[in-house]
C-alpha cells in the first residue's frame, strides 16, 4: 500500500457515493470507466463497482492467483479444482448452529473456540455438533461432494427436489429422549 494515500478521503468518497441518486451513479460510471454502465446494473450495483474501482485505484487490484481464479470461474463455473484454502491468523469464522453462534479465531498453532485452542476446525465441528464433521464444510470452507463425485451446493442454496418438512410434537422415550424430531416427505 502507498504510504501517500488519504485513506479518510476515500472513505468520504465512497460515503458519497452511497448517497447519489441512479442517474448521478451512471453518470460517475461513464467518468470512471469511460463508456455508457449495463442497463440491468441495479443503484447498488452501481455503487459498489464504482467504490470497488476507487479502492482499486488508491490500493491495487487483486494478487494473480485470484484474478485467475476468477477468469475460469467466469469461463466455465467451475474454476478447476477447489483451491486450498490458507487461513491467515487472525481470521474469524462465525458459524450459526442451532441458533446459538459460534465464533472460532485461527492462530498459529490451531484455531481457538471458546478460549481453548483446537488442532483442526473438525474438532470444533464435532465439539458442537456431538457427531462427526468435516470441519471446513462445517464453517462453510468447502463444498459437499456429490455421489459422482462433483461439488454439490451447500446447505441453503437452491435444493434440486422441493421437499416438504412436516413436524410433529416430538416422541419421548422411557428416559425422556427425543425419538424422532420431524418426518420429511418429498413432493
Given amino acids: 500500500m502507498k504510504s501517500d494515500i488519504d485513506v479518510a478521503a476515500i472513505a468520504a ?6 448517497g447519489m441518486s441512479i442517474d448521478r451513479l451512471r453518470l460517475r460510471w461513464r467518468q470512471t470507466f469511460g463508456r455508457t454502465p449495463p442497463k440491468g446494473l441495479t443503484k447498488d450495483l452501481l455503487g ?13 487490484g487483486l494478487d494473480r492467483a485470484t484474478a485467475q481464479l476468477l477468469d475460469r470461474l467466469a469461463r466455465d463455473g467451475k474454476g478447476g479444482a477447489e483451491p486450498t484454502r490458507r487461513l491467515k491468523a487472525g481470521t474469524i469464522l462465525v458459524r450459526e448452529y442451532r441458533g446459538e453462534r459460534h465464533t472460532v479465531t485461527v492462530v498459529p498453532d490451531g484455531y481457538v473456540w471458546r478460549e481453548q485452542t483446537y488442532p483442526s476446525l473438525s474438532t470444533i465441528a ?7 464433521w468435516n470441519g471446513p464444510r462445517f464453517f462453510g470452507l ?4 456429490d455421489t459422482d463425485g462433483a461439488a454439490a451446493p451447500l446447505k441453503g442454496t437452491k435444493p434440486q427436489r422441493r421437499k416438504r418438512v412436516v413436524k410433529v410434537p416430538p416422541k419421548l422415550d422411557a428416559a425422556g429422549r427425543v425419538v424422532r424430531r420431524h418426518v420429511r416427505a418429498t413432493i
Fill in 13 to 18: 468518497e465512497i460515503m458519497q457515493i452511497r
Fill in 142 to 145: 468447502r463444498m459437499a461432494k
Fill in 48 to 60: 459498489r463497482m464504482i467504490a470497488y474501482r476507487i479502492q482499486e485505484e488508491a490500493f491495487g
Fill in 126 to 132: 464435532r465439539a458442537i455438533t456431538g457427531i462427526s
